[in-house]
């Protein structure tokens, strides 16, 4: 089992940026496929974007792309995702996702370890 741990949400106006990191422990990150998740008050939870083990692979939902980069620094076991050009809509808990399998995938079912998720507040 990995331990997640996010951070950098906070209050920020639209059309501004966020970076969010999550800081994983407790198994080897460069084997680890890691996501970013979000919940928006009162919807489900939904994919925002994954990466692969190595960060060769990417993929985004479709309402943040061109907008949001996920990255991740295995040295650092640290998983990121720069959010620019944010909406009111980009409101919503934003959780990080990890999944033992290689292969990447947008499926919440898929991710077997969760942080505890970051606020993340975009005003009009």
């Known amino acids: 089992q990995v331990q997640l741990v996010e951070s950098g949400g906070g209050l920020v106006q639209a059309g501004g940026s966020l970076r969010l990191s999550c800081a994983a422990s407790?198994?080897?990150?460069?084997?680890?496929?890691m996501g970013w998740f979000r919940q928006a008050p009162g919807k489900e939870r939904e994919f925002v974007a994954v990466?692969?083990?190595?960060?060769?692979?990417?993929a985004y939902a479709d309402s943040v792309k061109g907008r949001f980069t996920i990255s991740r620094d295995n040295a650092k076991n640290t998983l990121y995702v720069l959010m620019n050009s944010l909406k009111p809509e980009d409101t919503a808990v934003y959780y990080c996702?990890?999944?033992?399998?290689?292969?990447?995938?947008?499926?919440?079912?898929?991710?077997?370890?969760w942080g505890q998720g970051t606020q993340v507040t975009v005003s009009s």
């Open positions: 990466i692969s083990r190595l960060g060769r692979t990417t």
């Open positions: 996702a990890a999944r033992s399998n290689n292969f990447i995938s947008k499926r919440e079912a898929d991710f077997g370890s």
């Open positions: 407790g198994r080897t990150f460069s084997n680890i496929t």
